[in-house]
């Protein structure tokens, strides 16, 4: 039994390397959508507010706030439907689970940008 299941995720796996990102990170996916015999790409930015799974059913949570509403959408790492991921903005989190983002509106609902250094060379 646990053999075909293998089978079956090897066939469906996409074998797309997305790009490394954590909870707190700001993020574009483009996703297909199909309306009925016709294909497009649409963009969602949000940020990612956790990370869950591991192996091929690793899926990830991005919110955003559309019209003043909090929009919350879960996307199979594995999923065919992605074209690509973006990486906008990291965040500097200390929680891998940001809900309490959900109870939050406007300026204190901002993630601090994770500052990096450059090396003077």
Same mark, same amino acid.
């Given at each position: 039994?646990?053999?075909?299941?293998?089978?079956?995720?090897?066939?469906?796996?996409?074998?797309k390397?997305?790009?490394?990102?954590?909870?707190?990170?700001?993020?574009?996916?483009? +996703?297909?959508?199909?309306?009925?015999?016709?294909?497009?790409?649409?963009?969602?930015?949000?940020?990612?507010i956790?990370?869950?799974?591991h192996?091929?059913?690793?899926?990830?949570?991005v919110?955003?706030?559309?019209?003043?509403?909090?929009?919350?959408?879960?996307?199979?790492?594995?999923?065919?439907?992605?074209?690509?991921?973006?990486?906008?903005?990291?965040?500097r989190?200390?929680?891998?689970?940001? +809900? +309490?983002?959900?109870?939050?509106?406007?300026?204190?609902?901002?993630i601090r940008e994770?500052?990096t250094?450059?090396?003077a060379?």
């Amino acid at each position: 039994m646990a053999d075909l299941m293998k089978i079956a995720e090897e066939a469906f796996a996409t074998g797309k390397e997305l790009p490394a990102f954590n909870s707190g990170d700001t993020i574009t996916v483009s +996703y297909k959508i199909k309306e009925g015999n016709k294909e497009r790409i649409q963009q969602y930015r949000g940020v990612v507010i956790r990370i869950s799974g591991h192996g091929t059913k690793k899926r990830f949570t991005v919110r955003k706030i559309s019209d003043g509403i909090g929009v919350e959408r879960i996307f199979p790492m594995e999923s065919p439907f992605i074209e690509n991921v973006v990486v906008n903005k990291e965040g500097r989190v200390r929680r891998a689970r940001l +809900y +309490y983002l959900r109870n939050l509106t406007g300026k204190a609902a901002r993630i601090r940008e994770k500052q990096t250094v450059a090396k003077a060379q």
